[in-house]
């Protein structure tokens, strides 16, 4: 039991382990920010690339879009949307350019003829298949180091930082 005079926890008492613990933690916090920092722009520099590998005038969100519907997570403009956290007016530019360039086709929704879905076409199918295989290609030679744990473990805490 503490003596009368002993401060509870909390209450002015100062535990120099903890506060050396939280300097460890903000230093490190400070490094992952700095290391993402730069996984971004490589993203950012690697997105810019692939869009123009499709083509020419395809800025790196119409890439991002492109994408989205290739991968089924996301075949409507209000899916894109939420899925990719940006504005209506810059998804609705990004899938028109998609379609003029023959990129994305909008059909009807089976489930809801009222409804269109995006699809995206052979030829975007080709020209992602390509862009992909080169980003994968430079990746490929950093994560071929990587055990298959690590790069389980790597996307899983990747997801946690992501919030699922």
């Known amino acids: 039991m503490s003596a009368p005079s002993d401060p509870a926890p909390g209450e002015g008492a100062v535990d120099t382990s903890a506060s050396s613990e939280i300097d460890v933690d903000h230093a490190a916090v400070v490094r992952v920010e700095h290391e ?23 800025q790196p969100l119409g890439y991002q879009v492109l994408t989205s519907i290739l991968s089924g997570k996301a075949a409507t403009a209000g899916a894109l949307i939420e899925r990719l956290q940006t504005d209506k007016s810059a998804v609705s530019r990004q899938v028109r350019q998609l379609e003029q360039l023959g990129l994305v086709e909008s059909i009807p929704d089976p489930e809801d003829r009222r409804a269109r879905r995006l699809v995206a076409t052979p030829l975007a199918q080709e020209r992602v298949a ?14 071929r180091k990587w055990s298959t744990a690590d790069l389980d473990h790597f996307a899983t805490l990747l ?3 992501g919030g699922g």
């Open 159 to 161: 997801a946690d930082l």
């Open 36 to 58: 993402l920092g730069r996984l971004i722009a490589r993203i950012r520099v690697a997105w810019r690339e692939a869009a123009v590998t499709v083509h020419p005038e395809l």
């Open 130 to 143: 390509l862009a992909r295989s080169r980003y994968e290609g430079r990746i490929g030679e950093r994560l």
